[in-house]
């Protein structure tokens, strides 16, 4: 399992891996944004992505954004996992701990000393490998948002 930073000729399977996490996004939006990041374009919602190979495959990757703050953390700012996938016939072989691996070192590196995260309450497999990450469980919340036009 190789994992490194995004580079622009990983920006195809990038997007495409993207658009199976985020289903319900507007694919050709989620493709968009990755050829800006790897343009040098600054986007507020990504900081670093790095993607997992096998062999020559692509099979996962994780974005990080870095957040004014994140509920449970006392540090701000601090990185924050956006997305986290691996595709379904890689999983349970050690990609997604290498991915996040990768997103700790990045953040210590910058002397950041807590790594955010979120997922869904029924999502009970990456609740369970956050916990085998290290990740401890601060809070759920239940969101809302009122339409103002
Ligand atoms: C969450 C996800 C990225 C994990 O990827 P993965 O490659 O299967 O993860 P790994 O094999 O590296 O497992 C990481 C740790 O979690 C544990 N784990 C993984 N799946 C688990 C499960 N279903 N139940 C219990 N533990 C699990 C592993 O045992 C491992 O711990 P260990 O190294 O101490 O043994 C992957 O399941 C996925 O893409 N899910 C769909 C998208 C998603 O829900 N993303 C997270 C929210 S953004």
Redesign the pocket.
């Known amino acids: 399992m190789l994992i490194h930073a995004v580079r622009a000729a990983d920006v195809a399977t990038w997007a495409l891996l993207r658009s199976k996490?985020w289903r319900s996004a507007d694919a050709s939006e989620l493709a968009a944004e990755a050829h800006d990041f790897v343009a040098g374009k600054a986007i507020p919602t990504i900081a670093a992505v790095f993607i997992a190979e096998e062999g020559t495959t692509a099979v996962?990757f994780l974005e990080l954004a870095v957040r004014s703050f994140s509920d449970g953390c006392d540090s701000m700012p601090v990185p924050h996992?956006?997305?986290?996938?691996?595709?379904?016939f890689?999983?349970?072989?050690?990609?997604?701990?290498?991915?996040?691996d990768a997103a700790e070192g990045w953040a210590r590196e910058r002397g950041f000393t807590e790594l955010a995260?979120?997922?869904?309450p029924w999502?009970?497999?990456?609740i369970?490998?956050?916990?085998?990450?290290g990740f401890r469980e601060t809070e759920r919340l239940v969101k809302f948002c009122k339409s103002l036009r």
């Open positions: 996490l996962g996992v956006e997305g986290w996938y691996v595709e379904p890689a999983r349970g072989k050690g990609a997604g701990r290498a991915l996040m995260s979120d997922t869904e999502n009970e497999r990456s369970a490998a956050h916990a085998r990450c």
